[in-house]
């Protein structure tokens, strides 16, 4: 699989992951009423899996600028 669709992929997850854990009360797969402590660690760890997610992607991005600025190597031996 291609990094970039992969860390695409992870965006996703932690996205709706977070969206999960946001609204879980609203469909009824919370505990009970109130932000729970199991909400909050969803919530946190769909943060961290979202930003995650995207240092992967603008470190990919960033690596394939910085390719196309080199000269080309000359392999003359």
Excluded: C, H
Excluded at 57 to 66: F, L, N, P, T
Aim: proline share 4%.
């Amino acid at each position: 699989m291609d990094n970039r669709i992969a860390s695409i992929v992870v965006i996703v997850l932690g996205a709706l992951l977070l969206l999960a854990s946001l609204t879980a009360d609203l469909t009824g797969i919370g505990d009970g009423p109130g932000f729970g402590s199991q909400q909050t660690m969803g919530t946190i760890a769909g943060i961290v899996v979202l930003a995650f997610g995207f240092y992967r992607y603008r470190k990919i991005d960033a690596g394939i600028s910085s390719e196309a600025g080199k000269p080309p190597e000359d392999d003359t031996t």
